[in-house]
């Protein structure tokens, strides 16, 4: 008897999947909710845009007018959750990440992170992921 395969997922399906999962990765370990999870792939690279991500104490820290401690704080969250997301979105894109980027606006509570892949991962999409040209420079 064949072995039945079942059809990978959309490119949406898998920005859902990440998202729902970043989600509960900041719940476990920050404590923190974010209010909204954007997830979008182009091709081999995927935009994270965290709404509300800032936890209860950077909040309270910046109210106290401590910005700098805030700073620090992030920016060690920012590392520390590096190589938690990475491996998630890893094992549930099938490809390994190459580069990670991310960064924190307090002004905005904002956190927005930039994977790149080594490869785009296998889904069954029912809309093409945008494909962008490098704009280079030319001197002239």
Do not use: W
């Amino acid at each position: 008897m064949a072995e039945i395969k079942e059809a990978p997922q959309t490119a949406q399906q898998l920005e859902q999947s990440l998202s729902r999962a970043i989600e509960s990765l900041y719940i476990s370990k920050l404590g923190q909710q974010p209010s909204q999870i954007t997830c979008q792939f182009f091709e081999a690279k995927l935009a994270i845009v965290l709404e509300e991500s800032l936890t209860h104490l950077e909040q309270l820290l910046i109210g106290a007018e401590q910005n700098k401690t805030a700073q620090r704080m992030r920016a060690t969250l920012n590392r520390s959750l590096q190589n938690r997301i990475s491996r998630l979105l890893e094992e549930m894109a099938g490809v390994a990440v190459i580069d990670f980027l991310s960064s924190t606006t307090f002004a905005t509570r904002r956190t927005g992170i930039i994977v790149v892949f080594q490869d785009a991962p296998a889904v069954n999409n029912p809309y093409v992921i945008p494909k962008y040209k490098s704009l280079k420079s030319t001197k002239d």
